[in-house]
């Protein structure tokens, strides 16, 4: 297994309890197919870019994983489809 960068920006709307599901249900997708979270750093809520759906802050999450690459296609998936 190989070890990747994941980093992803929340809505920064979402509450602390949805913020957490969230959290939960995308490190359960590389551990559920055999991968392991090795670091993970909740970076907290930052000024982004450029307007992403009228949002001017996003909440960023990073993780260290080791995972296949079946995993991270399956993440890359999910994330696509989580609002």
């Known amino acids: 297994m190989k070890k990747y960068e994941l980093m992803y920006i929340a809505n920064p709307q979402l509450d602390e309890e949805k913020l957490k599901a969230l959290i939960a249900n995308l490190t359960n997708v590389v551990t559920s197919m055999g ?4 670091a993970l750093k909740e970076i907290g809520l930052k000024d982004l870019a450029y307007e992403i759906n009228k949002h001017k802050k996003g ?25």
């Open 59 to 83: 909440y960023y999450v990073w993780m260290l994983v080791e995972a296949s690459p079946e995993a991270i296609a399956e993440y890359k998936r999910v994330i696509n489809i989580t609002e």
């Open 35 to 38: 991968g392991s979270i090795l």
